[in-house]
């Protein structure tokens, strides 16, 4: 998700003019003011009851926004001493909320209780991901990453004003004031003042140059580096509004029924039946199958079931996954696209003293967030409004605008908190957002919810692809490893993408990242990834190409490592000597797993320590393996550095629920294919992990003072070799296919 | 056809099908949106609620048979009246800072409560099987069953 192609940069640059031009401070202002004011104006019209308006905004901001003191796109103080941070990344669970509104406490040197954390408006100039250039976007466990100075900056540079507006209220130079959990003070003359007081008077004054502003030094840190509590409120008492509960006046529901299989179209369909039930307002053909509308969900589902399709399937997927795993087994043992290669890799393993031949297969994924897709569009004539989880907002606009005839800023999406996503709700081709706005195009002037079930939701696609890895690795007499040669087979994700530029020489980054990138000090090496072709749409899920090469490397590693007679850790970090982060973690995890040390007959230990999006995660899981292969993860250690902690409880809670997301494909999770169909449709059948199954996880963080980086990802991909390789030192067999039977 | 509902102490008429699952309800026609759809067969417990105390997936219940009964949601359990127990789930909750994408939580505090009610002192394998029902897609499980002991700390 880093690489965004030309034909996409030019286009949203394009689309941007027009908010270009507002670049003074003052319009700059004053256009944030008209944007903030929209969403209250938007709801205050559109929301049934008065009472529903406060839970719309995801924290319910009180500021007073006529009186608000706005020096920049992100903070916002209001007369009632509230201090609103915009934040412009989708809230769904990773805590962003509460991180980037750490930022500018920390820099504001506001009291935490007076924080509210609020969802940005759609703007890709303002609010743009920082590491996607003119875009606005979630992911890549990216949100901390690019805003640390941005959100920093906001903060100082507010409290700069505060000061200067103290400064002047007081008669009083701005060094002898000093400003602590938003109280500003003078010491000499007892005079205080809180944000609230100076709001007005402070808003009047000249927001002064980025450079004059001094960000704080990380020993002068309060906020950062401590455990302040999530800012994402309303989750334990029902309050908190997700797409799935927005209610708006005049508003319809709609389901659609989707093809049995990719490729699939209506050919006629006859809605007699359905639109029998007097709750049934209309029946509209769509791209995307037969849309049934109606005054609530279970009238339009029942209805979908009485609907009559013929489904033209002339060019329908026909493969079964078993069909498909066995022709990329065929395509690894040929030479594939060179991703990375130095030394002499084909020398080194034939005049290896021990060749190791593995090959890995991993299934299709779906993400199976918890809140399944759905989206609140509203079209008319010359405006269309979006109210979703929302993650991908410059594309989803551009895609929209397109659909509609409509330059993007007239695309109005509101943010709301997402039930999970895990990739699936940032989507190049905006599938579900766009399903919407067909529906509520044919509606104009209605307000329509489209709610997928979890079926829907289950079999759309946008999987994580499926993946065939062939390994070898060779040891000399000594037992070094001598020469690594990898070719991976599966769908490329970014093909055909607005993140193309990933792609170089036939070679999609995503496909082979962390394969590619082996950091183990390896004489000979190549990488090859081959590229397939299916009807399946793919999609990143949670950590990328991580998911699988973590896997099929730290497990081979592992089993070479064994086969040499080493232990599996001396031998990762002598092969990492010159990676000193990730030779901090594998060690601190080692140590506080009691590497080494006896465990109960039946139990095994394993490893594994991966860097994804710029942060290394080690981990040790335990696991016990009874006399029937029945096995449990018992416990997992987990090391982590991500640069500064900005908040250690989040940080902990990304790594819990990251080896419990890794640990559903490792154990349970898989979407197959039967003649075109996917066979699974809900937690029946595509299993996730329960409760029951959930290991003790225990989380230590490294002490960096290094720019910080994402957690969202990079707890994902250790989990499952760690799990593997455990097995592995119990039963003494390897595992080369998820999710593992033992 | 015309059903009464007690919910949260509260009688209500709807004029639904007998059929129609009791969450589509509450949710729709109510408009009580605490409680959520996750599944639609009883597989996640995201639309867990109370029927005369007792957890149930109100996904998979139709509304016929939640007539007469008394049904409490999570809007329920939130309010002034709530019992001890809930207060102390919400709070341990809060305290462990258990929730992410907080979309599973409304259904995970409902069968907590359920649990804590009739077992204040419940074991691991208790948790377990009074829980395995409710998914949590950020996988939070291990703040749920820390939340859940914490509880129960404070009740006994
Ligand atoms: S929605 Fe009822 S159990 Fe999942
Ligand atoms: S908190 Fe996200 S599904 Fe449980």
Redesign the pocket.
């Known amino acids: 998700m880093r690489w965004i192609n030309n034909e996409t940069r030019a286009e949203l640059a394009r689309s941007f003019q027009e908010i270009d031009g507002l670049a003074s401070p003052q319009e700059s202002r004053r256009h944030f003011l008209k944007v903030i004011g929209g969403i209250g104006a938007g709801l205050t019209l559109a929301v049934s009851s008065p009472g529903t308006l406060a839970k719309m905004l995801p924290t319910g901001v009180t500021a007073a926004e006529g009186e608000a003191f706005a020096p920049n796109a992100f903070v916002r103080i209001g007369t009632d001493n509230r201090v609103a941070v915009v934040i412009k990344h989708v809230e769904m669970g990773q805590g962003t909320y509460t991180g980037l509104a750490t930022l500018v406490a920390e820099e504001l040197d506001a009291d935490w209780e007076q924080i509210d954390a609020v969802g940005a408006p759609a703007d890709g100039k303002r609010y743009n991901n920082l590491y996607w250039g003119p875009m606005q976007g979630t992911g890549g466990s990216s949100a901390i990453a690019n805003s640390y100075q941005q959100m920093r900056i906001a903060g100082a540079t507010a409290k700069a004003m505060l000061v200067a507006a103290a400064a002047q209220r007081w008669n009083l130079p701005t060094a002898e004031i000093s400003v602590n959990k938003g109280v500003l003070s003078h010491a000499g003359s007892g005079r205080k003042a809180t944000f609230g007081e100076l709001a007005e008077l402070a808003a009047t004054l000249p927001v002064p140059d980025e450079k004059s502003i001094r960000l704080k030094e990380p020993e002068e840190f309060t906020y950062i580096g401590t455990s302040m509590p999530r800012k994402d409120v309303g989750k334990t008492d029902g309050t908190a509004i997700y797409t799935q509960d927005v209610w708006l006046e005049g508003m319809l529901t709609a389901v659609v029924a989707h093809p049995p299989r990719f490729g699939t179209k209506v050919k006629s369909f006859d809605a007699k039946e359905a639109k029998a039930s007097n709750r049934v307002v209309d029946v509209i053909q769509i791209p995307t199958g037969i849309a049934v509308v109606a005054k609530d969900y279970w009238s339009a589902k029942v209805a979908r079931d009485k609907l009559n399709i013929e489904w033209d399937e002339s060019r329908a997927m026909d493969k079964s996954t078993d069909q498909i795993m066995a022709e990329y087994r065929e395509i690894s043992k040929k030479r594939g696209g060179v991703a990375h290669d130095h030394g002499s890799v084909g020398d080194a393993l034939d005049s290896a003293k021990t060749v190791i031949e593995a090959t890995y297969e991993f299934p299709y994924l779906a993400h199976a967030a918890m809140e399944p897709m759905n989206c609140v569009a509203l079209v008319n004539k010359d405006s269309c409004e979006i109210w979703n989880g929302e993650q991908f907002q410059s594309i989803d606009q551009m895609n929209i605008g397109k659909l509609l005839g409509l330059p993007v800023e007239k695309v109005k999406l509101n943010m709301l908190f997402a039930g999970g996503s895990f990739g699936r709700r940032a989507n190049p081709v905006s599938d579900y957002l766009v399903e919407a706005v067909h529906i509520a195009k044919a509606k104009m002037g209605t307000p329509i919810k489209l709610v997928w079930s979890?079926e829907d939701d289950m079999q759309a696609g946008y999987f994580r692809p499926a993946y065939v890895h062939r390994v070898r690795g060779g040891l000399d007499a000594e037992g070094n490893i001598v020469g690594w040669e990898q070719h991976i087979v599966g769908q490329s994700i970014l093909t055909g993408t607005p993140f193309g530029q990933g792609i170089k020489n036939g070679v999609d980054h995503s496909s082979v990242e962390g394969a590619s990138t082996l950091p183990y000090a390896i004489p000979n090496l190549r990488v090859e990834v081959t590229s397939t072709e299916e009807q399946v749409p793919v999609l990143w899920w949670r950590s990328v190409g991580h998911t699988h090469t973590a896997y099929s490397t730290e497990t081979f590693i592992d089993e070479l490592a064994v086969k040499a007679g080493q232990d599996p850790v001396d031998l990762r970090m002598k092969l990492l000597a010159d990676h000193p982060r990730w030779q901090g973690v594998l060690k601190l995890a080692a140590d506080k797993a009691g590497w080494g040390k006896a465990l109960p007959k039946g139990w095994g230990r394993g490893v594994a320590v991966h860097e994804s999006f710029n942060s290394y995660v080690a981990q040790v899981a335990e696991v016990s393996v009874a006399d029937d292969g029945k096995f449990k993860v018992e416990r997992v250690v987990c090391a982590v550095d991500c640069g500064v902690p900005i908040n250690p409880d989040v940080i902990r809670a990304q790594m819990e629920g990251g080896i419990g997301f890794g640990l559903a494909p490792a154990l349970v999770s898989a979407i197959t294919l039967k003649d075109g169909k996917v066979v699974e449709s809900n937690?029946h059948n595509y299993q996730v992990l329960r409760i029951n199954q959930m290991p003790e996880v225990e989380v230590h963080i490294v002490p960096s003072a290094a720019p910080p980086t994402g957690v969202g990802e990079p707890g994902v991909p250790p989990i499952a070799p760690a799990v593997a390789n455990a097995l592995a030192a119990v039963t003494g067999k390897r595992y080369y296919s998820l999710p593992i039977k033992v | 056809m015309s059903i009464t509902l007690n919910v949260n102490g509260a009688e209500h008429q709807v004029d639904t099908t007998p059929d129609t699952p009791l969450?589509w309800v509450i949710r729709d026609y109510l408009e009580m949106t605490g409680t959520?759809?996750?599944?639609?067969?009883?597989?996640?417990?995201?639309?867990?609620v109370h029927m005369d105390g007792q957890p149930i997936?109100?996904?998979?219940t139709p509304v016929q048979l939640a007539a007469g009964k008394k049904i409490t949601t999570i809007e329920g359990v939130s309010s002034s009246a709530a019992s001890p127990v809930s207060r102390a789930v919400q709070q341990a909750w809060d305290d462990g800072q258990v929730v992410q994408c907080g979309y599973c939580q409304s259904?995970q505090i409902m069968s907590a409560i359920a649990l804590l009610e009739k077992n204040p002192k419940p074991t691991d394998a208790d948790i377990d099987s009074a829980m395995s029902?409710n998914?949590c897609r950020c996988n939070t499980y291990q703040r749920i069953r820390g939340a859940i002991k914490e509880a129960s700390k404070q009740l006994v």
């Not at chain 2, 597989?43 to 867990?48: E, I, K, P, Q, S």
């Not at chain 2, 997936?57 to 998979?60: A, G, H, K, L, T």
């Open positions: 979890r937690f | 969450l959520k759809f996750g599944c639609g067969m009883a597989m996640c417990g995201a639309c867990t997936r109100s996904c998979s259904g029902g998914i």
